[in-house]
Nanobody
């Protein structure tokens, strides 16, 4: 069994920064990909940033230049550094981990950006 736990969400003012963390624990031999998604009220869940199997980082256009995803393979942890946050970034942020073709989700962490 694999557990995924996110942390780091908070209430910040526009222009502020947050760093989200996601740790995967349990029966893990190989993690294929890890990524961050978000879901705002009334909207579909969307990919924010992730790692392709090649290792290349990918971002949704709206966060390019502001968000940076990084990964610590030794700790099975992925981070999302979010700078210059805007009210439209308000959402629940979820971590997704692909462990040997099975996908696991965390419980989500709330990010709220006030104007």
């Amino acid at each position: 069994q694999v557990q995924v736990v996110e942390s780091g969400g908070d209430l910040v003012q526009a222009g502020g920064s947050l760093r989200l963390s996601c740790a995967a624990t349990g029966s893990i031999f190989t993690i294929n990909t890890m990524g961050w998604y978000r879901q705002a009220p009334g909207k579909q869940r969307e990919l924010v940033a992730g790692f392709a199997r090649s290792g290349r980082a990918v971002y949704v256009d709206s966060v390019k230049g502001r968000f940076t995803i990084s990964r610590d393979n030794a700790k099975n942890t992925v981070y999302l550094q979010m700078n210059n946050l805007q009210p439209e970034d308000t959402a629940v942020y979820y971590c997704n981990v692909d462990v040997e073709a099975s996908h696991y989700w965390g419980q989500g962490t709330q990010v709220t950006v006030s104007s």
